[in-house]
């Protein structure tokens, strides 16, 4: 008998996804953000859901060619463009576009012998501060771009910060469409955040008449996945987002404990009457945060209730008193859903567990250890 963790990809799930980030972004073409191997759900195992986008855009060339191996045709993106020289290369062979974010990436580009010139993504930091030439040197940058034989057409980018708080967006996007205001070339401007909440697609064009500020090309990542961009703010329900991953386990134990008796290491839980509780097989070796304490929600046969104690390496342990009051018996065996879907039609959003480790869904999805099984439903 396996271990009886599972990670579940749910193909519907992604393609329900996929509609919504369409439907936000009505008059763009989407990049399904397939990154960090598709933010932990496998870049093979979402194929499948996510091949009605218009594009694939990710970040190494590792995950480019497990695009192209999948008979993916279409466009494909390095979010980051190349890290050295030959990288050129594989771009010019398996034909990538790449984001072109510094002075250092022209260079390369200006000695790449090739015969079929490059789609490039001129970053522009309009404020994030990470990659992107500044404001003052961005047309500069596209100009020398465009003066490059090996560069066929210069699409324009950037990236926001604040799309998922008060902030918001506002700040970049003049920023943004003042400096590229009469340059040509698609757009590509918003994350999920920006998609979802200040439908930069659409609206941004209205707010900034005068330039063609509308984003082209929309890039969400983890709406795609099931999990709400702006949590706490909203959930996943609210977007009609659903969970494009389960991680399942079983209970393997039970203990009925005495008051006063505690639980796991560091005995960080103690009972103050009698109650059982069940042990999952699950735990941070498998993904799950060490950091979540007592009081986790976790669903037992579909039924919300919590951990208890310290998460160890392959163990967690869960409270049973819920179900028992129900009049359920729960013991070896019982389903367990850490996050994503449960029995009887209930659901767990990842971004709940996530909060409780003081993180996001996002550390969440990629930190699934490569030795939970995944199977794609
Ligand atoms: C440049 C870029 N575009 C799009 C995304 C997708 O963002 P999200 O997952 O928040 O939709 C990311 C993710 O970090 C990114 O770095």
Redesign the pocket.
């Given at each position: 008998m396996p271990r009886p963790i599972q990670a579940t990809i749910h193909t519907e799930a992604l393609h329900h996804n996929l509609a919504r980030a369409r439907s936000a972004a009505p008059d763009a073409r989407v990049w399904a953000?397939v990154?960090a191997n598709a933010y932990g759900h496998g870049i093979e195992r979402v194929f499948e859901g996510l091949r009605g986008a218009d594009g694939f855009?990710l970040l190494d060339l590792d995950e480019a060619q497990r695009v192209r191996a999948l008979g993916w045709r279409g466009p494909v993106l390095l979010?980051e463009g190349v890290f050295e020289q030959r990288d050129l290369e594989l771009c010019s062979r398996l034909d990538l576009w790449h984001t072109v974010h510094c002075d250092e990436q022209i260079d390369m580009l200006a000695t790449h012998k090739t015969n079929l010139p490059h789609r490039v993504f001129l970053k522009m930091n309009s404020g994030m501060n990470r990659l992107g030439f500044t404001p003052g040197r961005y047309r500069a940058a596209w100009t020398r771009l465009n003066a490059l034989p090996q560069v066929d057409e210069i699409s324009l980018m950037t990236?926001f910060s604040d799309a998922d708080g008060a902030l918001g967006i506002a700040a970049q996007m003049a920023v943004f469409a003042s400096v590229t205001r009469d340059l040509p070339g698609e757009r590509s401007l918003g994350?999920?955040?920006a998609t979802l909440r200040h439908r930069v697609s659409a609206e941004s064009a209205s707010e900034h008449p005068d330039t063609q500020a509308a984003s082209d090309w929309v890039?969400?990542?983890?709406?795609l996945y099931g999990s709400a961009?702006d949590y706490p703010d909203r959930c996943a329900r609210d977007w009609d987002l659903q969970p494009a991953m389960t991680l399942a386990s079983k209970i393997i134990a039970t203990q009925d404990l005495l008051t006063g008796h505690s639980v796991g290491y560091g005995s960080s839980f103690t009972a103050a009457e009698p109650m059982r509780i069940g042990v999952v097989a699950c735990g941070y070796a498998d993904g799950y945060p060490r950091v979540c304490g007592t009081g986790t929600p976790v669903l037992v046969g579909g039924v919300r209730t919590r951990t208890l104690g310290r998460v160890s390496m392959d163990m967690l342990t869960v409270d049973l008193t819920p179900l028992d009051r129900m009049g359920l018996t729960a013991g070896i065996g019982s389903p367990v859903t850490l996050w994503g879907r449960g029995q009887n039609g209930s659901q767990l959003d990842i971004d709940e567990v996530a909060r409780h480790a003081g993180t996001l869904g996002?550390e969440l999805m990629c930190a699934l250890a490569p030795r939970v099984p995944s199977l794609v439903a």
């Open positions: 953000v990154k855009a979010l990236h994350n999920s955040a890039r969400p990542g983890i709406a961009p996002y």
